[in-house]
């Protein structure tokens, strides 16, 4: 291995996401899939992955930001798009000129897309968002009637959807979860009573996955776009993402002898070292020192010492891998080997930050399964 030989690499397998986005239109019950790819889709990379889930089927797809809708308008992407989080001096004009739909979370907000609408010389596509209990972005229940009746009366405006986002969904059995839906019921018989006619929609992955009663005319998958399930039961999700890296130097060392920074391990018996030149500039989290592993040879085998900025040591025992044998930090298996989520469970967090995590300069981004 020599001319592909990957230093630091996130592979992203498109089949796979493909698979996963066909997955969530057919437990969908006939609503519409917006493929959320905010944060340059979870670290996965917008553009691809956007052209793949509209392959797959995915007919919206919803960004935070609205350059992030932007870009993907740019970069040829013709589904309908939904940006919602932007700052107060945002511009709203070049989303209405490049038809992403907005979200107005106040009658502010509402009456400054309705300015830009203005300027751009064409009505905004607005989805009014109804905070149900999230209490993050969102228009309180007690300003939704001013809200409404705002969006109602303003021509500038096409109110195309009320909206709102769950917060419990991956605990199907939560209590907010029903509470949070009864709210976001009320809000839609209010908007419907001042005159619109919205679509709705509500459902994460998570949702998509346990609630077929919360589906309405839209869902909005993320996490499990990219294969990794949010609920507690076994779904048909293949994780897109594998990060890997391969040997760069291997050593035999004297029992007695310590490795890496601090000296933290030491080696019990003549064993053979492995080199790796990824550490954590490029997303090899620190404090998984003395308690990861690798896939290698077909096995996992545990990374000894500290783990640095730009390498880390796997202890092989008595077999002895070759330079440039593939080195596996996390992906999608075989079986046993080591996953985004066991990374996430040992650090305390989500997988959806490991992922999110891996967009790094010195990481390249390979992907398999483009369509021409
Ligand atoms: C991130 C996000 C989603 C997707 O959530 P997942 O849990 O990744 O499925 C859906 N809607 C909104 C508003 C979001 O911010």
Same mark, same amino acid.
């Given at each position: 291995?020599?001319?592909?030989?990957?230093?630091?690499?996130?592979?992203?397998?498109?089949?796979?996401?493909?698979?996963?986005?066909?997955?969530?239109?057919?437990?969908?019950?006939?609503?519409?899939?917006?493929?959320?790819?905010?944060?340059?889709?979870?670290?996965?990379?917008?553009?691809?992955?956007?052209?793949?889930?509209?392959?797959?089927?995915?007919?919206?797809?919803?960004?935070?930001?609205?350059?992030?809708?932007?870009?993907?308008?740019?970069?040829?992407?013709?589904?309908?798009?939904?940006?919602?989080?932007?700052?107060?001096?945002?511009?709203?004009?070049?989303?209405?000129?490049?038809? #992403? *739909?907005?979200? %107005?979370?106040?009658?502010? !907000?509402?009456?400054? /897309? =309705?300015? $830009? @609408? &203005?300027?751009?010389?064409? +009505?905004?596509?607005?989805?009014?968002?109804?905070?149900?209990?999230?209490?993050?972005?969102?228009?309180?229940?007690?300003?939704?009637?001013?809200?409404?009746?705002?969006?109602?009366?303003?021509?500038?405006?096409?109110?195309?959807?009320?909206?709102?986002?769950?917060?419990?969904?991956?605990?199907?059995?939560?209590?907010? #979860? *029903?509470?949070? %839906?009864?709210?976001?019921? !009320?809000?839609?018989? /209010? =908007?419907? $009573? @001042? &005159?619109?006619?919205?679509? +709705?929609?509500?459902?994460?992955?998570?949702?998509?996955?346990?609630?077929?009663?919360?589906?309405?005319?839209?869902?909005?998958?993320?996490?499990?776009?990219?294969?990794?399930?949010?609920?507690?039961?076994?779904?048909?999700?293949?994780?897109?993402?594998?990060?890997?890296?391969?040997?760069?130097?291997?050593?035999?060392?004297?029992?007695?002898?310590?490795?890496?920074?601090?000296?933290?391990?030491?080696?019990?018996?003549?064993?053979?070292?492995?080199?790796?030149?990824?550490?954590?500039?490029?997303?090899?989290?620190?404090?998984?020192?003395?308690?990861?592993?690798?896939?290698?040879?077909?096995?996992?085998?545990?990374?000894?010492?500290?783990?640095?900025?730009?390498?880390?040591?796997?202890?092989?025992?008595?077999?002895?891998?070759?330079?440039?044998?593939?080195?596996?930090?996390?992906?999608?298996?075989?079986?046993?080997?080591?996953?985004?989520?066991?990374?996430?469970?040992?650090?305390?967090?989500?997988?959806?930050?490991?992922?999110?995590?891996?967009?790094?300069?010195?990481?390249?981004?390979?992907?398999?399964?483009?369509?021409?």
């Amino acid at each position: 291995m020599t001319a592909g030989f990957p230093r630091a690499e996130v592979l992203i397998d498109l089949h796979a996401l493909r698979h996963n986005v066909t997955l969530l239109a057919e437990r969908a019950s006939g609503a519409e899939v917006m493929a959320v790819v905010k944060a340059d889709a979870y670290g996965h990379g917008a553009l691809p992955v956007a052209r793949a889930a509209v392959e797959a089927g995915a007919t919206w797809l919803g960004t935070c930001s609205l350059r992030e809708a932007l870009d993907l308008r740019e970069g040829g992407i013709t589904a309908r798009l939904l940006s919602w989080l932007d700052l107060p001096t945002a511009d709203f004009a070049p989303g209405v000129e490049a038809d #992403v *739909d907005l979200t %107005a979370s106040s009658a502010g !907000e509402l009456a400054r /897309i =309705a300015e $830009a @609408a &203005g300027r751009a010389g064409k +009505r905004a596509r607005v989805h009014l968002k109804i905070d149900t209990g999230l209490s993050r972005n969102g228009c309180p229940p007690a300003e939704w009637p001013e809200l409404v009746e705002a969006a109602a009366a303003e021509p500038r405006v096409e109110v195309v959807a009320v909206w709102s986002h769950l917060a419990c969904a991956d605990e199907p059995d939560h209590p907010s #979860v *029903d509470a949070q %839906a009864k709210r976001f019921s !009320e809000a839609y018989d /209010i =908007a419907r $009573a @001042a &005159g619109l006619e919205p679509i +709705r929609h509500l459902a994460n992955s998570a949702a998509v996955l346990t609630r077929p009663d919360l589906h309405f005319d839209l869902v909005r998958p993320g996490i499990a776009v990219y294969g990794l399930n949010p609920v507690p039961r076994p779904e048909d999700l293949r994780p897109v993402m594998t990060f890997r890296s391969a040997v760069a130097l291997t050593k035999r060392l004297p029992a007695g002898e310590s490795v890496s920074y601090g000296h933290t391990w030491t080696a019990e018996r003549d064993t053979t070292l492995a080199l790796v030149p990824v550490g954590y500039a490029d997303g090899v989290p620190r404090s998984l020192s003395g308690r990861m592993d690798v896939w290698l040879g077909g096995r996992r085998r545990p990374v000894a010492g500290r783990v640095c900025m730009d390498q880390l040591v796997v202890d092989c025992g008595d077999e002895a891998p070759a330079v440039g044998d593939e080195v596996v930090l996390f992906g999608p298996g075989p079986a046993g080997a080591p996953t985004a989520r066991e990374w996430a469970d040992k650090l305390g967090t989500i997988d959806y930050e490991i992922v999110t995590s891996m967009y790094r300069p010195r990481v390249r981004r390979r992907y398999r399964g483009e369509t021409a």
